[in-house]
């Protein structure tokens, strides 16, 4: 069975330009059917997260439009009864577009994490994880299950929001490998 391959393109100015029918099904079966239609023309910087997660794309795309290189990320796109391990190549165009394409290499399924499902209700308190290996900040950066039991969050009426970081260990690792 082929991968399937989630695309979608940005233009000179970071804007969404364009994105692959697998992309908007993929966003529709994660609970995100307004998705599709609100990315189109959109910036790429209104769907990031956390000042250190943008600044760390900054940097790889201004690596990837300087020196005109593929450039493959490991990363994961979780949902709440799925961990995904994916990569995404970036490649760059001679206008400075820049296509990401994101492909599941795989899945492992595991019981629901309330956190995670975007119908939770949430309260005004935030939480970190990583945009890139989905650990959560506590103490130290660990899986999402263990940080809801060292937040003491399994027995919370309503759950806080999640913002995205970068782990030092993902920081470290496309920071001097990327860039």
């Not at 029918?21 to 998705?35: G, K, R, S």
């Not at 629901?112 to 950066?141: H, Y």
């Not at 806080?160 to 920071?175: A, E, N, S």
Request: proline share 6%.
């Amino acid at each position: 069975m082929q991968a399937k391959n989630y695309v979608y393109k940005i233009d000179a100015r970071d804007r969404i330009i364009s994105i692959s029918p697998e992309w908007v099904t993929f966003a529709e079966a994660n609970q995100a059917a307004d998705l599709p239609r609100a990315v189109l023309g959109s910036s790429l910087w209104s769907h990031l997260y956390g000042a250190e997660a943008v600044h760390v794309y900054q940097a790889l795309l201004r690596r990837l439009r300087q020196e005109e290189c593929l450039l493959t990320v490991p990363f994961r796109c979780d949902s709440p009864g799925i961990r995904r391990y994916l990569q995404m190549v970036m490649q760059p165009f001679p206008d400075h577009a820049v296509e990401f394409v994101c492909t599941i290499l795989r899945e492992e399924p595991r019981d629901e994490v309330a956190l995670l499902n975007p119908a939770t209700q949430r309260d005004d308190r935030f939480i970190v994880m990583c945009g890139w290996c989905k650990k959560v900040q506590t103490s130290e950066w660990v899986e999402v299950e263990e940080a809801i039991i060292r937040l003491h969050l399994f027995d919370q009426p309503r759950l806080p929001h999640i913002t995205h970081g970068v782990c030092p260990r993902c920081k470290h690792t496309l920071l001097s490998q990327y860039y």
